[in-house]
């Protein structure tokens, strides 16, 4: 089998959440180290606060203060934090019922004791962060606390009002992944290496993919032959771009063409130049115009020759 | 950890009985007759379309639809057998899953809860997978929902992510269509001005709907064809805008539509079909999954002449150029007569088929939903609740939707009559 190509992949974007009423009180409150939980139709208290009851679904919008120290209901140990994570140090991901609530907020705890310190039914309490700015991690994390029993009555009301309300957060995602383009487009990509293009045959309806993807999506058959196509092509269509796309590095107006090499049974796409925008045309034969170290085609140019009448290419659009 | 996704820990899912009713028995029904059960819209409900709403959160953006939805069929959370929801690729906003914190905002607890994906088609398959569970008697009365809140994220970027090896050449949807536009163009010799017209159409019959995002009282044709040329052939005035907005439909047997206070919409066809983004002998200008998915409809709602047996159709046109293009691709004009029949103002509102009387996702595009208000909008018509753009009359209406690479397909057709077999 030949080596197959892999490369790093990152999707990252700050995304940006609208809060609501319910949420945003609860965001706020933390920046203000005050947790509040919703009361539901049945009375519990439920925390961090839902905008919905969560078995009735009617709006529910009644806010408590609830207790900063909690009993921990369940835990697991996190040997190896990863980043981003609440802790560089090992930690546990603890469910905390603060006092006052009848439900349980995932958190980190920091025992820096150890697994063996930790348990079921301990007391912690909140460690608020030294900088809050309305969002959860405005929780540092739990810490452990003396084992005293929660203290007796029910939250008292809170209205969720303060001043300068937090309305969004942003929440910055960021997927790292290692891609790889599989056996087929690794032969295409290593073939572009020496400036040819190889496709691949579809041996039943005997197509030639460019690129290659490894099977033949109208036959569900695996594509094994491989065919040279090209150099040159022709422009089956077109478009030209005059609006940047956030983070495309191309000046703009460029073309955006289909192009058919060939020999090939369908066009692949690439940037037409070396002609202005206005005279690109359907029917344009051109070739690609490689450059040092790139391992694609930088663009393709027009060759001079004669346009393909339309009845050549009108299969290949 | 993002704040809307913690779990709440004990007492969320803990074996907490279903929401009573009316007392009436929800779930599978048994015994019934043979052959499909009627599907009835009774219930439809959307946001005011904006480009953000940042005064709710996703919950409250798409419990506000479905409240709507309720409250048109006049039906509690309670009378709801099962919730399907669809939107976009969650790369639109970054919540993955978005469904798993959305079940008490729906009304959810304790019933099923299946999401939908297919790319800007999803509104439609979505109704179409919920309307399924009702004609297999699996349930009686389901909610369906999509949505988008574009504001959260940027589809163009979520569109156009480089990936490794690849040339990054793609500007957004735009630059995906626009090659495929020009090649309708020259295959049907359609003169420059027809994109303008319908954008211009749409954005005038958006100005009767008062959920559409975009109204722009003071747009002129002239407007339209000056507007900065995007990606050429298409401009700006002729793109779908970016919104945020959540639409919901209840679906019912006919049982719930006997009982339910409003004329319902009856389901006469709905079908799905699917191709790749590309392939060799694709025809990008008519897909022929398109083709093939208003056959199936046609064929299921007795339908011949489209044209003639059709009032009102609300089409996926995200791009102007796409409602000739798709009037051929659907079986209402002959090859290369799509523009004919724009330029002859045939889908006008007061036109022999009205074509996207609401304003169209021109008007309004909240991805993920764009889809379903194609379809609640042709069951409003038919229903005759569709306000100022009422088509007068109504009585057959066709939902179109596409999604991905012109990959994906979902419509059906809805009637003011209850089907007949």
């Not at chain 1, 139709?41 to 961090?48: A, F, Y």
């Not at chain 1, 569900?220 to 478009?239: D, K, L, S």
């Not at chain 2, 599907?39 to 953000?52: E, I, L, M, P, Y």
Request: proline fraction near 8%.
């Amino acid at each position: 089998m030949d080596d197959v190509l892999t490369a790093p992949m990152v999707v990252e974007f700050p995304f940006t959440r609208s809060l609501g009423p319910v949420l945003s009180a609860f965001l706020t409150g933390l920046r203000e180290r005050t947790v509040l939980g919703v009361t539901a139709t049945d009375g519990r208290v439920v925390v961090p606060p839902t905008e919905y009851d969560p078995v009735t679904a009617e709006e529910v919008r009644d806010l408590v203060e609830v207790g900063q120290t909690g009993t921990v209901t369940t835990w697991a140990w996190n040997g190896a934090p990863r980043r981003g994570q609440p802790l560089a140090h090992p930690f546990a991901w603890v469910l905390v019922r603060l006092d006052g609530a009848d439900t349980a907020l995932l958190h980190a705890l920091d025992a820096p004791e150890g697994p063996g310190s930790v348990s079921t039914g301990m007391r912690v309490r909140v460690r608020w962060a030294q900088e809050r700015t309305g969002a959860i991690t405005d929780i540092a994390c739990f810490e452990p606390a003396p084992h005293d029993p929660p203290p007796p009555g029910r939250p008292a009301a809170h209205p969720g009002t303060f001043p300068e309300p937090v309305t969004g957060i942003v929440a910055a995602a960021r997927l790292d992944y290692t891609y790889s383009p599989g056996r087929a487009q690794t032969r295409y990509l290593n073939a572009l290496a020496e400036h040819r293009t190889k496709g691949e045959r579809c041996p039943r309806c005997r197509k030639v993919y460019v690129p290659p993807r490894g099977a033949c999506p109208t036959c569900g058959v695996a594509t094994g032959e491989q065919v040279e196509v090209g150099p040159a092509g022709t422009v089956t269509t077109f478009c030209v771009v005059n609006i940047k796309a956030k983070g495309l590095d191309i000046d703009v107006p460029y073309v955006y063409g289909h192009i058919a090499l060939d020999g090939a049974g369908l066009a692949l796409h690439g940037r037409i130049a070396g002609i202005p925008c206005d005279q690109v045309r359907m029917g344009l034969r051109v070739e690609p115009v490689w450059t040092e170290g790139g391992r694609h085609p930088d663009h393709y140019r027009p060759t001079g020759e004669p346009d393909a009448a339309y009845e050549t290419y009108k299969e290949l659009l | 950890m993002s704040n809307s996704e913690v779990p709440s820990g004990r007492g969320r899912t803990g074996g907490s009985s279903a929401p009573g009713g009316r007392g009436r028995r929800r779930g599978a029904v048994v015994g019934a007759g043979r052959g499909k059960e009627p599907v009835a819209v009774v219930g439809v409900g959307q946001t005011k379309h904006v480009s953000a709403r940042r005064d709710v959160s996703i919950a409250g953006l798409v419990r506000e639809a479905a409240r709507r939805a309720l409250e048109d069929a006049e039906l509690t959370w309670g009378d709801v057998d099962a919730v399907v929801i669809g939107k976009a690729p969650d790369f639109f906003e970054g919540v993955m899953m978005p469904e798993l914190y959305l079940a008490d905002a729906l009304g959810a607890v304790g019933k099923p809860m299946l999401r939908v994906h297919t790319a800007g088609s999803v509104g439609g398959s979505t109704a179409l997978v919920a309307a399924n569970l009702i004609a297999a008697r699996v349930h009686r009365t389901v909610l369906t929902l999509a949505f988008e809140k574009q504001s959260e994220s940027n589809a163009m970027w979520g569109l156009s992510l480089p990936v490794p090896f690849q040339q990054p050449l793609l500007a957004g949807a735009g630059g995906f269509f626009a090659p495929h536009v020009r090649a309708y163009m020259h295959r049907t010799s359609a003169p420059d001005h027809i994109g303008a017209l319908v954008a211009y159409k749409d954005r005038r019959n958006a100005l009767k709907n008062p959920y559409a995002h975009l109204h722009e009282e003071d747009l002129t044709l002239e407007k339209v064809r000056s507007s900065p040329m995007l990606w050429d052939p298409i401009r700006y005035s002729e793109t779908c805008p970016s919104s945020d907005g959540a639409c919901a439909m209840v679906l019912t047997d006919r049982a719930g539509a006997a009982r339910t206070p409003r004329p319902p919409a009856w389901m006469h066809g709905g079908a799905m079909r699917s191709e790749p983004t590309l392939f060799a002998g694709k025809d990008a200008v008519s897909p022929r999954a398109g083709s093939d998915c208003a056959a199936d409809v046609y064929r299921q709602a007795g339908v011949t002449q489209p044209r003639r047996e059709i009032d009102a159709v609300e089409m996926y046109v995200p791009f102007s150029w796409y409602e000739p293009m798709w009037l051929e691709n659907l079986g209402f004009a002959e090859e290369g007569q799509g523009w004919t029949m724009t330029e002859s103002g045939a889908t006008e509102l007061d036109g022999d088929l009205p074509v996207n009387p609401s304003g169209g996702v021109l008007s309004t595009n909240p991805i993920g939903a764009s889809g379903m208000l194609r379809f609640a909008e042709a069951a409003l018509q038919v229903r005759g609740l569709a306000g100022a753009h009422q088509v007068e009359g109504a009585r057959r209406a066709l939902g179109h939707a596409y999604g991905g690479g012109a990959q994906f397909f979902s419509m059906w057709l809805v009637a003011a009559d209850p089907p007949t077999s």
